[in-house]
């Protein structure tokens, strides 16, 4: 694994414009960057990262059927008790995920660590599936990179085959998210464009926009009814919605499910390292109070079960404190896990994302920043695999 310095296109910035990538930059600061990228060697894709991915899955697959069999594990990882038996039943009823992104600290040598599980509302999923892969072959075409270079990505093709095996086709799908956040709802017409190619027909409606008719079904803003949706909104927010008692008799089809509400917690850490003690890919983790914490001595990171993009976030290492953005997270609980190494190459700090599609790794992507925490607007790289 290697971070090379490579240079960027002089009119990149007009070519995601026009490939609907208008979120390169974010809050003013570059996000997009394609001044380095990171090469792989294809047995640190298949070893390192692909093997560990799916292997990763199956334990959460496990660890969710543990889960919905136990109210003492519900009441453990903050699952509010009037939903539990909600992703009890869409668990039991084997309602489909479509995809999921672990993170992982990695440096091309050793063992991927996982970091957490963006199990339920990943993002970058447009610049991993779509956009690098158009660097990679303008790159190639260019000569800044050999013929032969490969990417580990075929997410985009999966994303439309896993979408048209959910789904019968001409399916009617909603899609929804905030409609006024520029990279969620443009992550969203991505994911539009691909049910489009997979055959369905899609149809946004703004998260805020949704409503319950007199037979306690969801509807769109159009008094359609709602039988499918995509949301790109967090489980644990929809279950504090006025419509949070209505979920479960609405009849609709929720992408991700509402068992991901388990594996998009924090809290599936701690869980995870019970049962798979020492497991090579996972760091050592306990709830925030559990003496077993101790072991970890001053060298952890505190984490709130629900946060997103870093915030509040706690990062110690002996005398070296780092604290993520201010989020308001961390009412329902913590957990300590401890410090992973990071790839740390020219000052930069990355993070890997390891896609799931289905049941199959899928992709992979490189978030880099000065900081040891990973925030909404650290940089995100494209890579290749080295022929």
């Not at 990262?49 to 136990?70: F, G, Y």
């Not at 040891?372 to 790289?381: E, P």
Request: net charge negative.
């Amino acid at each position: 694994m290697r971070r090379i310095a490579i240079g960027e296109r002089p009119d990149w910035r007009e070519i995601a414009q026009a490939e609907g990538f208008t979120f390169h930059y974010l809050d003013g600061e570059q996000y997009w960057d394609e001044r380095a990228c990171y090469a792989f060697t294809l047995n640190e894709i298949e070893r390192g990262i692909e093997e560990p991915t799916e292997e990763l899955h199956q334990m959460c697959l496990a660890l969710v059927d543990d889960v919905v069999r136990s109210e003492e594990l519900m009441e453990r990882i903050a699952i509010p008790a009037e939903q539990r038996n909600f992703i009890a039943e869409t668990w039991r009823w084997k309602s489909p995920s479509l995809y999921g992104r672990f993170d992982f600290a990695y440096d091309g040598s050793g063992s991927a660590k996982l970091l957490e599980y963006n199990a339920d509302t990943p993002t970058s999923i447009y610049e991993t599936g779509y956009y690098q892969w158009s660097w990679l072959e303008a790159r190639i075409r260019d000569g800044a990179l050999p013929s032969d270079a490969d990417q580990f990505n075929s997410l985009h093709e999966k994303l439309i085959d896993r979408l048209a095996a959910i789904f019968q086709r001409g399916s009617f799908v909603h899609f929804a998210s905030i409609e006024d956040h520029v990279e969620d709802r443009q992550t969203v017409r991505y994911l539009e464009d691909l049910a489009s190619q997979a055959g369905l027909q899609p149809k946004f409606v703004a998260i805020d926009k949704l409503g319950v008719d007199g037979n306690g079904r969801f509807v769109d803003d159009d008094r359609a009814i709602v039988t499918a949706i995509f949301k790109l909104y967090p489980w644990e927010d929809m279950f504090r919605e006025p419509y949070a008692d209505a979920l479960m008799r609405s009849g609709a089809l929720f992408i991700e499910p509402p068992w991901k509400a388990i594996l998009s917690n924090k809290a599936m850490l701690p869980l995870l390292w019970e049962r798979h003690p020492g497991h090579p890919n996972l760091l050592p983790a306990w709830f925030d109070g559990d003496p077993r914490a101790a072991g970890l001595g001053d060298r952890y990171v505190r984490k709130p079960f629900f946060s997103r993009e870093g915030w509040d976030i706690e990062l110690v290492d002996g005398a070296d404190r780092q604290e993520g953005p201010k989020g308001g997270y961390g009412e329902e609980g913590h957990i300590r896990q401890g410090l992973a190494t990071l790839s740390r190459l020219d000052g930069h700090y990355a993070v890997i994302g390891s896609w799931i599609v289905g049941e199959e790794a899928a992709g992979l992507s490189v978030r880099e920043d000065r900081s040891r925490i990973t925030r909404n607007v650290s940089r995100f790289l494209p890579h290749y695999i080295e022929g």
